[in-house]
């Protein structure tokens, strides 16, 4: 892809579909290609791939100095297991939100082995604690970091997946295929290119840089007018404020209660000339009723997630019985964003994401769909077991219109499996 950054594809697997990648228009790089004992070699001026018959490979860089060894991958039933040996003093930094030591391989289990990470976004409820896993957000990204330098590693596949890292790392994928992204270079480097790859975030406006304040219990405009007032009293800076749920008719998105908002235009405008924006919650379950506009609306359209036998997914979420939109069908993601317009037009500056892992109030098991869901993934088909970790990617990038990735004619912001605020 660049003379120090490649792709690796093993076959057989389910194709990804490129939610995550930004960036599709690589120039050719020249190569030599050439035989060696028991293999292969691939080179370009700063790296050389050496792959021999049973499947391991080598990344080394132009002097030859060997950056990482991969041991041959084993396919599964349906998915891949795919391992490196690490160095003992390699350090291991990434896969998103860990409540665990910056470097993962310091951690240890209870029998003290090395720690096991999940991929699979879950909503922890604030019931959470030291070594508390899986998170919110799980990206199959990781930078290794040894004497000889540093690499990057990036597997684009959205399926439940174990990483471990022990004398070898193990990356452990129940679906899809094993396509991953190798660079090398010191750690600014590695960022510059996977962000290429994936990329950038978007420069914010100023007031998303200041201080923002949240919390529940600003369920009128007296309320939210009196916190801002006390902010300015005591000489505190303040840029936005949050609101929760409880600002809604009846938890439902997209709506704000009229009663206790009366007059949002002038009341949003009033916040603004104090230097503080008005930011509304979102959630992405749909009340499971006749009488909510927004249910009708998507059952016309066809844009609920279903069993396989047709049914409606309905789990409950704040609002009561809830659906779930299918953000993997372009449809709805063109209907949803359309849902925004009438707040933005009375001042609401930005949104705020909740239970889009997703999440759903299951009191035992997996506090989210069935694995069965069915999901339409841009035509191609498939079930929530890969559309699980990119659900919240596909539910934020609606709310975007800047730089966009082209899949099927449908354009769609990239952000690898993050949710929005974390990556344009």
């Given at each position: 892809m660049t003379e120090d950054f490649v792709r690796v594809d093993w076959k057989p697997g389910i194709s990804p579909i490129p939610y995550a990648i930004a960036r599709q228009d690589w120039?050719?790089?020249?190569?030599?290609?050439?035989?060696?004992?028991?293999?292969?070699?691939?080179?370009?001026?700063?790296l050389k791939v050496i792959v021999k018959e049973d499947g391991s490979l080598k990344f080394c860089d132009s002097s030859g100095q060997i950056l990482r060894e991969e041991l041959p991958p084993s396919r599964k039933s349906e998915g891949w297991l795919h391992q490196a040996q690490?160095?003992?003093?390699?350090?291991?930094?990434?896969?998103?939100?860990?409540?665990s030591y910056l470097n993962l391989r310091a951690a240890k289990d209870e029998k003290q082995q090395p720690k096991t990470y999940r991929m699979w976004n879950y909503d922890a409820a604030g019931m959470y604690g030291p070594g508390s896993a899986p998170m919110y957000i799980c990206i199959p990204v990781y930078l290794g970091l040894h004497s000889s330098g540093s690499y990057l590693i990036f597997y684009e596949n959205s399926f439940d997946a174990y990483f471990t890292f022990g004398e070898i790392a193990v990356a452990d994928f129940a679906g899809g295929s094993l396509r991953y992204y190798f660079t090398y270079g010191v750690p600014a480097q590695?960022?510059?290119?996977?962000?290429?790859?994936?990329?950038?975030?978007?420069?914010?406006?100023?007031?998303?840089?200041?201080?923002?304040?949240?919390?529940?219990?600003?369920?009128?405009?007296?309320?939210?007018?009196?916190?801002?007032?006390?902010?300015?009293?005591?000489?505190?800076?303040?840029?936005?404020?949050?609101?929760?749920?409880?600002?809604?008719?009846?938890?439902?998105?997209?709506?704000?209660?009229?009663d206790r908002f009366p007059k949002l235009g002038s009341f949003t405008q009033e916040l603004k000339e104090l230097g503080v924006q008005f930011i509304a919650i979102l959630n992405p379950g749909i009340k499971y009723s006749r009488h909510s506009n927004l249910?009708?609306?998507?059952?016309?359209?066809?844009?609920f997630c279903k069993l396989p036998?047709?049914?409606?997914?309905?789990?409950?979420?704040?609002?009561?019985?809830?659906?779930?939109?299918?953000?993997?069908?372009?449809?709805?993601?063109?209907?949803?964003?359309?849902?925004?317009?009438?707040?933005?037009?009375?001042?609401?500056?930005?949104?705020?994401?909740?239970?889009?892992?997703?999440?759903?109030?299951?009191?035992?098991?997996?506090?989210?769909?069935?694995?069965?869901?069915?999901?339409?993934?841009?035509?191609?088909?498939?079930?929530?077991?890969?559309?699980?970790?990119?659900?919240?990617?596909?539910?934020?990038?609606?709310?975007?219109?800047?730089?966009?990735?082209?899949?099927?004619?449908?354009?769609?912001?990239?952000?690898?499996?993050?949710?929005?605020?974390r990556r344009q």
């Open positions: 120039q050719e790089v020249k190569t030599q290609f050439a035989e060696t004992e028991n293999g292969y070699s691939i080179s370009s001026a700063k690490l160095r003992q003093e390699e350090q291991i930094y990434g896969l998103g939100e860990r409540f590695l960022l510059e290119r996977y962000t290429e790859l994936t990329g950038r975030a978007a420069l914010p406006p100023l007031w998303a840089l200041g201080y923002h304040q949240s919390k529940w219990g600003y369920r009128t405009e007296e309320k939210i007018r009196e916190e801002a007032q006390a902010f300015q009293d005591r000489n505190l800076p303040l840029s936005a404020i949050h609101l929760d749920i409880d600002c809604q008719v009846g938890n439902r998105a997209f709506t704000i209660a009229p249910f009708l609306e998507g059952q016309i359209l066809d844009g036998n047709g049914k409606l997914v309905v789990a409950p979420v704040w609002p009561g019985w809830c659906v779930f939109p299918d953000f993997t069908n372009p449809k709805v993601r063109g209907w949803w964003s359309r849902q925004y317009q009438y707040l933005l037009d009375v001042g609401v500056a930005g949104f705020w994401y909740d239970m889009n892992e997703p999440a759903a109030f299951i009191v035992w098991g997996d506090r989210s769909l069935p694995k069965v869901t069915q999901h339409y993934m841009e035509g191609r088909g498939g079930d929530h077991r890969e559309a699980h970790n990119i659900y919240p990617r596909t539910n934020s990038s609606v709310s975007f219109g800047r730089e966009y990735f082209t899949y099927g004619g449908e354009k769609a912001i990239n952000s690898a499996y993050l949710p929005s605020y």
